[in-house]
T-cell receptor, first 112, second 114 residues
Framework: SQKIEQNSEALNIQEGKTATLTCNYTNYSPAYLQWYRQDPGRGPVFLLLIRENEKEKRKERLKVTFDTTLKQSLFHITASQPADSATYLCALRWNQGGKLIFGQGTELSVKP | EAGVTQFPSHSVIEKGQTVTLRCDPISGHDNLYWYRRVMGKEIKFLLHFVKESKQDESGMPNNRFLAERTGGTYSTLKVQPAELEDSGVYFC????????????FGNGTRLTVT
């Protein structure tokens, strides 16, 4: 079965630095990969989507890469701010219209 | 637009009792999903409705769980009888038609079975 691995250890960085979060998966590549943000007591909120045939996507301070050879996606937040502190989830969908499978998430803490 | 709403936000019940969770998706969203997060684990898929039809219920843990979506609008998830291992946060999400539309989540129902 498909497995998704995110760094389970919390990531602590200084304000202004770039945060980089990793999402690895096993077996064959998904059709789509999405990143979500989750704050305590709230549901996940969609951030970015990248397709199998795309290498990189950007949205403001956010950048996602997708390397099907390494079976890995990287999620970058540039010029990080304390307000970026949250848990970030990657989610993969292997078939069009199929279920979205989530990783365990990585907790990011940005210190002022 | 109003977001996905879930009710109740918290529920504490005893083992063996019944609990019904409700989800109101965003109007016009044909797709409705139920997910569950058990303490320390990832958010796990339970099932997927397209309008009133169950598209995929491969994540439902056992027959103590029953999901319905009356008329393709709101959905309920009933657990009967509840067991201790059912404790967790149950999330509902909806999305518009389209194979890779992002999911809009509610804030979840925290279920505690004692």
């Amino acid at each position: 079965s498909q497995k998704i691995e995110q760094n389970s250890e919390a990531l602590n960085i200084q304000e202004g630095k770039t945060a980089t979060l990793t999402c690895n998966y096993t077996n064959y590549s998904p059709a789509y990969l999405q990143w979500y943000r989750q704050d305590p007591g709230r549901g996940p909120v969609f951030l970015l989507l990248i397709r199998e045939n795309e290498k990189e996507k950007r949205k403001e301070r956010l950048k996602v890469t997708f390397d099907t050879t390494l079976k890995q996606s990287l999620f970058h937040i540039t010029a990080s701010q304390p307000a970026d502190s949250a848990t970030y989830l990657c989610a993969l969908r292997w078939n069009q219209g199929g279920k979205l499978i989530f990783g365990q998430g990585t907790e990011l803490s940005v210190k002022p | 637009e109003a977001g996905v709403t879930q009710f109740p936000s918290h529920s504490v019940i005893e083992k063996g009792q019944t609990v019904t969770l409700r989800c109101d998706p965003i109007s016009g969203h044909d797709n409705l999903y139920w997910y569950r997060r058990v303490m320390g684990k990832e958010i796990k898929f339970l099932l997927h409705f397209v309008k009133e039809s169950k598209q995929d219920e491969s994540g439902m843990p056992n027959n103590r769980f029953l999901a319905e979506r009356t008329g393709g609008t709101y959905s309920t998830l009933k657990v009967q009888p509840a067991e201790l291992e059912d404790s967790g946060v149950y999330f509902c999400a909806s999305s518009p038609p389209g194979p890779n539309s992002p999911l809009h989540f509610g804030n979840g129902t925290r279920l505690t079975v004692t």
